[in-house]
């Protein structure tokens, strides 16, 4: 059974600094592109960024490029999130996702939501100002 378990959420003050983490079990790791989602009250989840295991070929949305950074240890079958400057707008519960896409497909974008079909529980990120 695939699991995802999210872990390093927390409270920070606006400039700080986060690193999340995805520990992945249960599937071929390698096949699939690993996403982490947000979701902030009242509003929609959105794809903040997405890595694809095979290749390491990375995507992250306009409102966080520069300032997180989202690696892999397929050792560990974990996905990180490093999350610098942090402005009181990433406040939001961050969720990882699985995506399978195939040992030789590559990503060019955060895949659509209905193609993770497994997610983690979700951890909450607070950002003050």
């Known amino acids: 059974e695939a699991q995802l378990v999210e872990s390093g959420g927390g409270l920070v003050q606006a400039g700080g600094s986060l690193r999340l983490a995805c520990a992945a079990s249960?599937?071929?790791?390698?096949?699939?592109?690993i996403a982490w989602f947000r979701q902030a009250p009242g509003k929609e989840r959105e794809g903040v960024s997405c890595?694809?295991?095979?290749?390491?070929?990375?995507i992250y949305v306009d409102s966080v490029r520069g300032r997180f950074t989202i690696s892999s240890d397929n050792a560990k079958t974990t996905v990180y999130l490093q999350m610098n400057s942090l402005k009181p707008e990433d406040t939001a519960v961050y969720f990882c996702?699985?995506?399978?896409?195939?040992?030789?497909?590559?990503?060019?974008?955060?895949?659509?939501?209905?193609?993770?079909?497994?997610w983690g529980q979700g951890t909450q990120v607070t950002v003050s100002s």
């Open positions: 996702a699985a995506a399978l896409i195939g040992p030789r497909s590559f990503i060019t974008a955060i895949p659509p939501v209905f193609r993770f079909t497994s």
């Open positions: 890595i694809s295991a095979n290749d390491g070929n990375t």
């Open positions: 249960g599937f071929t790791f390698d096949n699939y592109a």
